[in-house]
């Protein structure tokens, strides 16, 4: 079993609709989770962090914790065409030392339809 | 502001010439990371360094040598090169190590 999982996609959705962003993580000591987009050939920027259960918005982006299901999401609201990119989750144990390394899931491409 | 650059953008090298990758940050970040990215798969951690120590070497080939001369700049330097190596190489900064990671907008790497 992968450490994070992500559903490779794509992923695709209509221009103006709420895309769906999923990412699971074996770890149940994890700490912190981060989301990343990632245009075609540039690199990873971040998006939202988030460290408690429950929600998290900022602007059309919503971050989901459930560390009971050990489960992080993301939900883009009102997708626009500019927003097609690899989302990549990235999950941090935080126990200090080596494993306060970030770990990647493979990424999901989205692809928002005009 | 998050902003970590790197020089140069892009960099062809034979597999006999020595070359150094370069990132600075000033944002008073004390990690500062190396990664390798190939196409279609997350980037992959090389080197860490931490208060301007090597924190971590991901058992990466010795042809790669990370240097931090200070708080504010990281560098790789690369010798005798393979083909493989050819990526997309990227830094990130985080306030302490640990913490959330900006990254640059890397150094796309060929190596003939």
């Known amino acids: 079993q992968k450490e994070v999982e992500q559903n490779s996609g794509p992923l695709s959705v209509p221009e103006g609709a709420i895309a769906s962003l999923n990412c699971t993580y074996s770890d149940r000591g994890s700490q912190s989770f981060f989301w990343y987009r990632q245009y075609s050939g540039k690199s990873p920027e971040l998006i939202m962090f988030?460290?408690?259960?429950g929600d998290k918005e900022d602007g059309r982006f919503t971050a989901q914790l459930n560390k009971a299901s050990q489960y992080v999401s993301l939900l883009i609201r009102d997708s626009q065409p500019s927003d097609s990119a690899t989302y990549l989750c990235?999950?941090?144990?935080?126990?200090?030392?080596?494993?306060?390394?970030?770990?990647f899931g493979t990424g999901t491409l989205l692809a928002v339809q005009p | 502001d998050t902003e970590v650059t790197q020089t140069p953008k892009h960099l062809v090298m034979g597999m006999t010439n020595k070359k150094s990758l370069k990132c600075e940050q000033h944002m008073g970040h004390r990690a500062m990371y190396w990664y390798k990215q190939k196409a279609k798969k997350p980037p992959e951690l090389m080197f860490v360094?931490?208060?301007?120590?090597?924190?971590i070497n991901e058992s990466v080939p010795s042809r790669f040598s990370p240097e931090c001369p200070n708080s504010s700049l990281l560098n790789l330097h690369l010798h005798a090169l393979q083909p493989e190596d050819s990526a997309l190489y990227l830094c990130?900064?985080?306030?302490?190590?640990?913490?959330?990671?900006?990254f640059g907008p890397g150094t796309r790497l060929l190596v003939l």
């Open positions: 990235a999950v941090n144990k935080g126990y200090g030392g080596a494993t306060n390394k970030l770990i």
């Open positions: 990130a900064s985080s306030p302490l190590f640990g913490e959330t990671q900006y």
């Open positions: 988030i460290y408690s259960n």
């Open positions: 360094y931490s208060y301007e120590k090597l924190s």
